[in-house]
């Protein structure tokens, strides 16, 4: 059987990196996926490899299944049930497994979503062989979130075949998870994010596991009601970053400058929790609408002020923000900043006509803007039937021309109903 797994990025509203430091953030799903489908070989396949193709970047990996009991002897003593963390031991051999797999200089960034993959793959199935493709929708290293979406969705599909995980299977389509089985996917891919952050809060696996939006602090998460319609311009800047960089600056500078900086974490506690209830406040007329969004933006100001403060602003972030300001719109940075993904909040009443001008300005300068849709759900599964991954036809033709990342797609039911998706929501999303 095979399986198909898909985890949505995200946006902060408020609270990135003070998230790290105790103080409350607020995140919503976006809707855009990354997808990972599991196939194992049947015994006619005759294969004895892990293989993990990374399919928008063309990368195919594969590992002899001895070669990784030959390296992780410890393999089996982790039960999916009971998420642990990668010892350093460990994390050295999963290393060495990664580096003879010799990845192009200029995609060494993967390396470490390589090693999460191992990680989580042999601690789920242990050695057994098997073949992963994972596509996605979001710009890689860009603050949407996709570290988090690329741990969620594998974690979901390999839960989703586990023994011990016994996440059921009741249908086809795309299938929410039971919450308790919802907590185990999202311990997995916060495992997973440790080994691509450093030290994450786990506010990204969390919103990428549970969708809608959330406000986040030490571990808790609360859900959020939306009262309000909540619309926002996403810039990519395409300002290359890392998170695990950025969050160990912020670390520094704290160690640095430490009762400065508990003010500057306590301030954005605050921008968080007055941003969640205004949120989640009734508006009762146009006009409360109007109100709510004016001290949105004002709290978005604030919060990206605090950032700069952290160090983890950037002049192509600048220059979004004086854009944006020429039409009395806000705007901060989201996600890891140190340039990547910026939000401007766009107001209810604010016309197509100024939107287009403002993302045609932004796009003038080199940026690419999108909207995305805000809130939607979470990790979805899906169970595959057919040829699927491994006899299926590849339709091998290259489809970047519509819009859809990626190369060909096989002929499976599941990723037919991709391709249809992925080109309506291009289009949707080019233009407000
Ligand atoms: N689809 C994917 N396939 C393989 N690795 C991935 C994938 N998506 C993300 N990664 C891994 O995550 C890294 C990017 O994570 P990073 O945390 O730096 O950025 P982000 O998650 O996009 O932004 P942010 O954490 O600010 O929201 C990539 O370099 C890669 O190692
Ligand atoms: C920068 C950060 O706060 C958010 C990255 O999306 C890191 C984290 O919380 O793990
Ligand atoms: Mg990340």
Not at 82 to 102: G, H, M, R
Not at 308 to 334: E, F, N, P, Q, W
């Amino acid at each position: 059987m095979e399986v198909r797994a898909r985890a949505p990025g995200k946006i902060i509203l408020a609270g990135e990196h003070a998230v790290v430091h105790g103080s409350t953030a607020v995140a919503a799903a976006i809707d855009l996926y990354t997808y990972v489908s599991l196939r194992f070989p049947t015994p006619t396949d005759n294969d004895n490899q892990l293989k993990l193709h990374l399919k928008d970047v063309g990368l195919e990996l594969s590992w002899p299944v001895g070669k990784l009991k030959e390296a992780l002897p410890k393999l089996s003593s982790h039960p999916a049930s009971a998420p642990s963390s990668c010892s350093l031991e460990t994390f050295k051999a999963i290393t060495a497994l990664v580096d003879e797999q010799n990845i192009p200089e200029t995609n060494i960034g993967l390396a470490t979503g390589v090693s999460a993959f191992l990680w989580l793959y042999t601690s789920i199935h242990g050695d057994k062989p098997a073949k992963v493709v994972v596509t996605s929708e979001l710009p890689l290293g860009s603050g949407l979130g996709s570290s988090a979406a690329f741990c969620v969705a594998l974690s979901g599909a390999l839960l989703a075949l586990s023994e011990s995980g016994k996440l059921d299977f009741t249908d086809q389509g795309w299938q929410i998870f039971q919450d308790s089985d919802l907590e185990l996917v999202n311990k997995w891919a916060f495992e997973g994010e440790k080994i691509i952050h450093g030290k994450p809060s786990g506010i990204d696996n969390t919103v990428s596991t549970y969708g809608n939006m959330i406000k986040f602090r030490s571990g808790q998460l609360t859900r959020i009601k939306t009262n309000m319609p909540l619309k926002m311009l996403i810039t990519n800047t395409k300002v290359g970053r890392n998170t695990k960089a950025l969050v160990a600056s912020v670390s520094e500078r704290t160690l640095r400058h430490t009762s400065a900086m508990a003010s500057v974490f306590n301030a954005v506690d605050a921008i968080s929790n007055e941003l969640a209830a205004i949120i989640q406040a009734p508006a009762s007329d146009d006009l409360a609408v109007t109100e709510k969004e004016e001290k949105l933006g004002e709290l978005m100001e604030m919060n990206q002020g605090l950032l700069l403060c952290m160090g983890v602003s950037h002049l192509s972030i600048d220059t979004v923000i004086r854009v944006a300001l020429k039409y009395k719109l806000s705007t901060k940075l989201t996600g890891a900043g140190g340039g990547g993904c910026v939000l401007t909040l766009l107001p209810t009443l604010l016309s197509g006509t100024v939107v287009n001008k403002v993302i045609a300005e932004l796009e003038s300068c080199g940026f690419q803007c999108m909207i995305a849709g805000i809130g939607g759900g979470g990790m979805e599964k899906q169970k595959c039937n057919g040829t699927g991954l491994f006899g299926g036809l590849r339709l091998g033709v290259g489809l970047g021309g519509l819009g859809i990342p990626g190369g060909g797609r096989e002929t499976s039911a599941c990723w037919e109903q991709d391709i249809i998706g992925f080109w309506v929501q291009g289009r949707e999303r080019g233009r407000a």
